[in-house]
């Protein structure tokens, strides 16, 4: 648990740092509910702004992540632009912590739908021959 929330945090640290090169957004209101977060990030994400689509899934992560419902949602999401990217490594890491969420906690509380989803991404990855 302690070592995903700090991965978590540490690949956070590292988009935020090197990554915050498309327009992102930059005044956050501190209100703002989890629902209200995931909805501005499918937004930019919609739009084509991957960069501030995986902000605001990291400020998810920040406020939220040690709900693990809204855990599973934000690394999954930041991990699904980033197959869409094909960084693989990065994606592939972040996937694993997702499958690793659903043995660490009680998965009657985590959306099912992401399992299948970092399962099927996962795949990809290793179709596309990037697999550890």
Do not use: W
Not at 5 to 11: A, S
Not at 71 to 99: C, F, P, R, W
Not at 102 to 113: E, L
């Amino acid at each position: 648990m302690k070592k995903i929330i700090f991965v978590v945090f540490l690949i956070s640290f590292i988009t935020v740092l090197f990554g915050c090169q498309s327009a992102v957004p930059s005044d956050i209101s501190e209100d703002l509910s989890p629902q209200e977060i995931i909805q501005q990030a499918q937004e930019y994400y919609e739009k084509g702004n991957t960069a501030a689509s995986e902000y605001m899934y990291e400020i998810l992560l920040d406020r939220y992540g040690s709900d693990s419902t809204y855990l599973v949602t934000g690394l999954y999401e930041i991990a699904h632009i980033k197959v869409k990217a094909k960084k693989y490594d990065e994606a592939e890491s972040m996937l694993n912590q997702v499958l690793e969420c659903y043995d660490s906690y009680d998965a009657s509380f985590i959306p099912a739908k992401y399992r299948v989803l970092a399962q099927k991404d996962l795949e990809k990855i290793e179709k596309a021959g990037k697999h550890k």
